[in-house]
């Protein structure tokens, strides 16, 4: 059965590490017969969350005109979701902490996802996962499948890329 994929890339480089990754995670979800779709956050202009609450009404709109809600509307209906950052100072990046914000509205309307977590190192995670892991949390049912680390530039691994490519394939 066919799987509703979404991967959300907050790397600020197109074709760099975690991004080169989520495209063989795409690449991969649509050879195996499932639908993908890949969100690069740094080509969507949006606003961080402003603690108005207008979100928690029962149409879960956020008053801000911009493309979230696309998003978060395809993330409700996906079966699967992967999350892909760069780790700065040990953390997740900024854009993505951001977007994760913004999920106010539909973080506890999210039920028995498969989550993949897709990060892009000089040395470690950090504590990235940390954060990563408690907002997959705030879902009801998550299972995490994988976490795919590249040190260092990830075009000289084609192993990883191949593992991404599988689990794509696979999920």
Do not use: W
Not at 43 to 60: L, V, W
Not at 145 to 157: E, L, P, S, Y
């Amino acid at each position: 059965m066919a799987k509703r994929v979404v991967v959300i890339s907050s790397s600020p480089r197109k074709g760099g590490n975690s991004d080169t990754l989520c495209d063989e995670f795409v690449k991969g979800a649509i050879d195996g017969g499932n639908e993908a779709k890949k969100y690069f956050l740094e080509d969507i202009e949006f606003g961080s969350c402003k603690a108005c609450y207008a979100c928690k009404t029962p149409e879960r709109e956020c008053f801000q005109e911009d493309k979230i809600s696309i998003i978060l509307d395809d993330m409700m209906e996906a079966d699967v979701i992967v999350y892909a950052t760069p780790i700065y100072y040990y953390e997740m990046c900024g854009t993505l902490k951001r977007f994760f914000d913004r999920c106010y509205p539909i973080f506890n309307h999210l039920e028995n996802k498969d989550y993949y977590i897709i990060t892009a190192v000089g040395a470690s995670n950090g504590d990235a996962l940390t954060g990563i892991r408690s907002f997959i949390g705030f879902s009801q049912n998550p299972t995490e499948k994988a976490v795919f680390t590249a040190v260092g530039d990830v075009q000289n691994q084609k192993d990883l890329r191949e593992e991404v490519y599988n689990a794509g394939k696979n999920c």
